[in-house]
């Protein structure tokens, strides 16, 4: 029932910009954080960002801060990734997720099945 279906990946030169949507169908995000991941070809999956539904914060892995933007519409049911200069480093699939509870320190629930972003030139 739960579904979570990511577009808006594709390529893009260095210094680009990319919005990343969410759509998610059978839960409410007025519940839940929200979180963006992603892996890169022979590399471990990391976290990107996470939006708390307990108190409306973001928080953002070093390496993306100033650069990137999490954001939901819940009237919409979905999820946003902006990512504005972007770098080759960036370039992974980028997966959507949901956690178990309403704090990004709760351990993820439902994933979506990525998109793909590559950055080159």
């Known amino acids: 029932q739960v579904q979570l279906v990511e577009s808006g990946g594709g390529l893009v030169q260095p210094g680009g910009s990319l919005r990343l949507s969410c759509e998610v169908s059978g839960v409410s995000l007025d519940y839940y954080a929200t979180g963006w991941f992603r892996q890169a070809p022979g590399k471990e999956r990391e976290g990107v960002s996470c939006?708390?539904?307990?108190?409306?914060?973001?928080s953002y892995v070093d390496s993306v801060k100033g650069r990137f933007t999490t954001s939901r519409d819940n009237a919409k049911n979905t999820v946003y990734l902006q990512m504005n200069n972007l770098k080759p480093e960036d370039t992974a699939v980028y997966y959507c997720a949901i956690n178990r509870g309403s704090s990004c320190v709760y351990g993820v629930r439902y994933w979506g099945k990525g998109t793909l972003v590559t950055v080159s030139s």
């Open positions: 939006f708390s539904s307990s108190d409306g914060s973001t």
